[in-house]
């Protein structure tokens, strides 16, 4: 395996946040105005986190739902402008991406077209993320001649051309999506993806909602094209069995907050948060099929009011006064290896 976190970076997320506020509706502003106290709330979606990707790399993002793996990524995408925080990358002519009130999201994505096309993703429902009046051939074909990538005249060989790099008969491609099987449907989503010749793709639950069998088939594909395109993957799941089958990094992340962050192999012979301890155990293995599965104590805490200091501290069994008042941050434990926990010792 490569060591990835001695190789160039491609996207670099400093300090980055995404609130989300829940404006009051009409009653409860009502309310306000009759003097009752309403106020509006606020969800800490993602809390300061630090992630470096690096180029050629596949990170597995791994955490329950609501945590914030999702909105992460979106900003990565630079779907969703995050609160707080900047996000760099070194795409040409993309420049930093950093909190800006005074515009709009859409004036944001309208300043960085480069990096919306080398960053792609890659949706959980390919049906809903895939617009069912438009044919295949449209699908695909409609972001490369708008940008600019082929001309008209070719534009029929280039969507041949994807979609049997992608594993889809090419005779289909004036079908609608309705009329393809959920995998296939999966590959146009990765088509339409590829059609724009991007650098990093963004694998949001990707094959959550696929077969078993399908779902092998779609992971090497992602695998097949790594190596044929030098592709870089965020890899968003909650499955920690694919995630550790794709990735060469694995980042766990809780309530919006990273926890641990280790090159694969380390991780899952060597966890150090809790958290990821108690999410590993979980994973059902051949060599321990015997034994009795517990799940981790405790719900999620709401991300409208996450605890203080360690936000995993109602759900530890080793949680001291000092989990309760102060945040852990991330420190280095070993090469590549990062724990955000009071005590881990730090080398
Ligand atoms: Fe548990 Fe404290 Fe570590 Fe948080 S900082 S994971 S509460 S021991």
Known sequence: MNAPYLMTPLIEADQVSRRFVRRLNYAERLARVLGARVEAQTVHAVDCVDLTIHRGEVVGLVGESGCGKSTLGRMLAGIVPPSSGSIVTTEKNAGPRSPDSTRSEAHAARRLPRHRLATQMIFQDPLSSLNPRKRVRDIIGEAPLAHGIVERKQ?????????????????????????????????????????????????????????????????????????????????????????????????????????????TVELFANPQHPYTIALLAQVPRLSNRKRQFESIRGE?????????????????PSATQRCRTEKPLLRATGAGHQVACHLVEVR
Not at 184 to 197: S, T, W
Request: net charge negative.
């Open 155 to 263: 534009l029929d060989a280039y969507v041949v051309d994807v979609m049997e790099r992608v594993g889809l008969n090419p005779d289909f491609r004036d079908r609608f999506p309705h009329q393809f099987s959920g995998g296939q449907r999966q590959r146009v989503g990765i088509g339409r993806a590829l059609a724009v010749k991007p650098d990093f793709l963004i694998c949001d639950e990707s094959i959550a909602a696929l077969d078993v069998s399908i779902q092998a088939q779609i992971i090497n594909l992602f695998i097949d094209l790594r190596n044929d395109l030098g592709l870089t993957y965020l890899f968003i799941s909650h499955d920690l069995g694919v995630v550790e089958h794709i990735s060469d990094r694995v980042a766990i992340m809780y309530l919006g907050r990273i926890v641990e962050i280790a090159p």
């Open 300 to 316: 999620i805490p709401s991300p409208l009011s996450p605890p203080e200091g360690c936000h995993f501290h109602p759900r530890c």
